[in-house]
């Protein structure tokens, strides 16, 4: 059965699309806001929601699930219908995941203003939400695996498989790593504790990062790349050789945060080795996505999905080579606890995750709307925008975090630190204030793509897509 352009339900797809850049200009507003603090602290006006240990929080949650998570699902549904050549599997259902999704959100944005919180990293909400979340992923899973059922197509495309893998395993983590005894509607303690509760948490949030920001995002990656260049992937096997030592290995890596801990020491080696060979997976990605824009390289620059798919990848290869180096314990005993572990964070996030989005936003949108892209020279503005930015934030943090790190290990020769606290803490403050103004960079090019997208819709040229 092949299906035509009109017969797929589009609205749904472009309803992610408009949430994950609105939860964009959201996250990367309160980000900038808390990154302010660090050079102004007195902007948290003694106002309990706008301090630093709220906005960080509610930044990450925003940016992650809402920005990251719209992307994910919004993709997944567009991408499903097409490779499997079938419509998309109870869409009234598809709806529901839609509006619960935003809605469980911005719930969890509120209480987490309110300082209602579990303190577990990236999976802060509290146990209400935490069920609600739960039932809306069930949901997307049916409507996903469903359209999957009705396929007409007999090979799965490996690009479904990262994105299975993506909705399976977060499926698990979250039920896992939410695992509690409610005391009442706004509190609840975790059944983990001590170091099983480190060792469960640092499971949790490393393949959080994997399978959410790593592995669903390949999925994209593997579909998208060559439908922009209109050329093959270098390589099938090799894609599909990567999935299966990505899915074996991420899942081992996590204990490599918990070095110096009072977790067995043997755990702590088991995370470092798999965070080791974890390079191998990430970086045949890499090459592979870069080896399939061979025969469009002279289209960078003047095609701006491809151009942002093309360097995410290149940071994609920065952050998976720069991940193992830190979960080496003698590289971690330096960067843990500094800014060189915000800059790893940041070079992923901004430079992988939110880089090919925009390349997808930048194809799809125009789609969508059935309209020509409304300024091509906006959109290059914004891609000058968005490096700029990325360097100003991740150079002086990597700079920052060696300086802390070194110094802390500084002792004289009674044992005691070199450095106080503060010293070191004064010694980087210039660094925070260029990291600002990378934000800033990063942030209006963002907005400038949103005027775009908004223009396009408005006053864009109609085409055929």
Not at 208 to 226: D, H, R
Not at 268 to 276: R, V, Y
Request: hydrophobic residues 55%; charged residues 10%.
């Amino acid at each position: 059965m092949n299906l035509s352009y009109h017969h797929y339900s589009n609205k749904i797809v472009t309803y992610f699309m408009w949430a994950a850049i609105c939860w964009a200009i959201f996250g990367m507003s309160a980000g900038l806001y808390a990154a302010s603090e660090m050079v102004w602290p007195w902007l948290n006006l003694d106002t309990p929601w706008l301090t630093f240990g709220r906005i960080r929080v509610i930044h990450t949650n925003a940016i992650v699930f809402g920005f990251g998570g719209s992307m994910l699902i919004g993709t997944s549904f567009y991408i499903v219908q097409r490779v499997c050549s079938a419509k998309l599997f109870a869409p009234k259902l598809a709806w529901f995941v839609f509006a619960g999704w935003q809605v469980g959100l911005l719930l969890g944005m509120v209480t987490i203003a309110m300082g209602i919180n579990t303190g577990l990293e990236y999976a802060e909400f509290e146990w209400p939400l935490d069920i609600a979340i739960t039932i809306v992923w069930v949901a997307f899973a049916v409507v996903f695996f469903g359209t999957i059922v009705l396929r007409t197509e007999k090979q799965l495309y490996v690009g479904l498989w990262y994105y299975s893998a993506f909705i399976i395993v977060v499926a698990i983590l979250h039920i896992i790593n939410s695992l509690a005894i409610p005391v009442s509607l706004t509190k609840s303690y975790p059944i983990y504790n001590g170091a099983v509760g480190a060792v469960v948490q640092w499971w949790y949030g490393h393949n959080a990062v994997g399978f959410f920001l790593t592995g669903g995002f390949i999925g994209m990656l593997l579909y998208f790349l060559p439908k922009i260049t209109g050329l093959p992937l270098w390589s099938y096997r090799l894609s599909i050789l990567s999935f299966w030592a990505f899915v074996y290995t991420y899942i081992w890596a996590g204990p490599h945060h918990l070095h110096y801990s009072s977790v067995p020491d043997w755990i702590q080696s088991l995370g470092m080795a798999m965070s080791l060979i974890l390079l191998l997976p990430s970086w045949g990605t890499m090459l592979n996505g870069l080896m399939s824009i061979n025969g469009a390289w002279q289209r960078l620059h003047k095609d701006m999905p491809l151009t942002f798919i093309a360097y995410s990848l290149i940071f994609y290869g920065l952050a998976t080579f720069e991940g193992p180096l830190l979960a080496i314990k003698t590289v971690n005993a330096i960067g843990h606890n500094t800014e060189w572990i915000i800059s790893h964070v940041h070079s992923g996030a901004l430079g992988w995750n939110a880089f090919i989005s925009f390349g997808v936003l930048y194809y799809l949108i125009p789609k969508m709307a059935g309209r020509e892209l409304y300024s091509l020279k906006m959109a290059k503005a914004h891609f000058s925008l968005a490096i700029l930015g990325i360097i100003l934030y991740i150079v002086p943090l990597w700079i920052a975090g060696i300086t802390q790190g070194v110094r802390s290990l500084e002792f004289d020769q009674a044992g005691f630190s070199t450095y106080s606290f503060i010293d070191i803490l004064n010694s980087v403050k210039v660094y925070y204030l260029i990291r600002f103004f990378g934000g800033v960079f990063f942030f209006s090019g963002v907005l400038l793509m949103a005027i775009n997208f908004y223009l396009t819709y408005k006053c864009g040229k109609n085409n055929n897509v």
